[in-house]
């Protein structure tokens, strides 16, 4: 019976992909391989693919962005895939993949008819037959062109991109720090102003720079995790996206005392398991409502005519704290004490996180 509904599966696959690949072809600039929008839950995201006995093979990381949480085992050469009570492993080049059972803490094997393969030291794996094996849905609509896939797997709560708009609240957030160049200079207009404000440092920033990071807690700032190294996190397994958080977790408390529950995810982007993994942890995931894309050098005047048009109440604004040899955030440390100013004269009050999204300020 098994096998019946396993032939019948693999018959399914390779028609799908049969259908699916001359319309989707599109080349892109940094790989050989092809690319093509997958839509998962609706969602189209994008990714290299390649087949292999006629199924669709994808990079095994890009199951993250089904909600399974997706491991590399490196003494097994082996892709490792989880949710719930089920944990799977793919080995390169072999036929079946095995089943964790807990009961009998053993693996049991079952086939597979695409194995995971390495092209471009890269490990692909066949997309629809992992997302079956977890029960999800997949169809194709030869129409659109589409192929799609229904997880039943509940996202996390959306990043908190504001607090609550009917206060005059704003939260200054600067991030990658801290530093030696930029922070100080910081640190000493805020102090001027009397405001106080929050700082996503990153844990290797941390370890380094010690007696910076107390300074910031000592005059009254927030203190919040945006990772070890500024891992692109989407990029990285599942147990890679814990390390960074904890390690810096970890290297806050040793260094300040402080247990904070607010995380920025470098470039505010996270995978649909990774999210989730942010949740279990018990951290929000902040990110903001006014980018002043200061990284990237923007003048003073800039900066300030993106804060004057998008800042609305419970406005979170984005800027940075880490010097470059091009010194790029010269324009945003002169805009800082005037984007204060402006924004007091409007009638706003400089809050933290914390307390932006503290029960003083529940937003709606
Ligand atoms: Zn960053």
């Known amino acids: 019976m098994k096998r019946t509904v396993w032939q019948r599966a693999c018959l399914v696959v390779i028609v799908l992909c049969l259908l699916t690949l001359p319309s989707t072809i599109a080349y892109a600039d940094d790989t050989s391989f092809s690319k093509a929008d ?3 839950d609706d969602k189209p995201l994008n990714t290299p693919y390649t087949l292999r006995n006629e199924h669709l ?3 095994f990381l890009f199951l993250k962005n089904t909600g399974l949480k997706v491991d590399w085992d490196k003494r097994n050469r082996a892709a490792m895939f ?9 080995p390169e080049g072999k036929p079946y993949f095995e089943a964790y059972d807990k009961r ?4 049991k094997k079952h086939p ?17 037959e992992v997302a079956q094996i977890f029960g999800m849905k997949f169809s ?17 709560a959306p990043p908190i991109l504001k607090g609550n708009t009917e206060r005059k609240l704003v939260a200054l957030t600067f991030d990658d720090g801290p530093d030696e160049q930029y922070t100080p200079i910081i640190l000493d207009i805020l102090k001027e102003k009397k405001v106080p404000a929050t700082f996503f440092v990153l844990g290797k920033q941390v370890e380094l720079l010690p007696d910076m990071t107390k300074r910031i807690v000592k005059e009254g700032h927030c203190i919040a995790n945006h990772s070890w190294n500024h891992a692109k996190l989407p990029d990285v397994t599942s147990s890679e996206l814990v390390e960074e958080i904890v390690s810096t977790q970890k290297e806050i408390r040793k260094t300040t005392g402080v247990l904070t529950n607010l995380f920025r995810p470098p470039y505010g982007a996270l995978a649909k398991s990774d999210a989730l993994l942010v949740q279990q942890m018990g951290m929000k995931n902040v990110l903001w409502s006014v980018d002043t894309l200061d990284w990237s050098g923007l003048s003073a005047e800039d900066i300030l005519a993106i804060v004057r048009r998008e800042i609305t109440p419970g406005g979170i604004i984005l800027q940075h704290n880490f010097h470059s040899k091009e010194q790029r955030l010269d324009g945003s440390v002169e805009a800082l004490p005037i984007i204060i100013d402006e924004l007091q004269e409007q009638g706003y009050q400089f809050v933290t996180i914390e307390t932006m999204l503290g029960p003083e300020h529940p937003a709606r």
Do not use: C, H
Not at 104 to 107: G, I, P, R
Not at 112 to 128: H, Q
Not at 146 to 156: E, L
């Open 38 to 40: 997958i839509y998962i």
């Open 57 to 59: 093979m994808v990079p």
């Open 82 to 90: 989880s949710y719930g009570n089920l944990l799977i492993a793919l």
């Open 104 to 107: 009998t803490n053993s693996w």
């Open 112 to 128: 597979l008819a695409a194995p995971a393969e390495e092209l471009d030291g890269v490990t692909f794996v066949p997309l629809l």
């Open 140 to 156: 194709y609509d030869a129409k659109q062109t589409r192929t799609s896939i229904t997880t039943n797997i509940k996202p996390a």
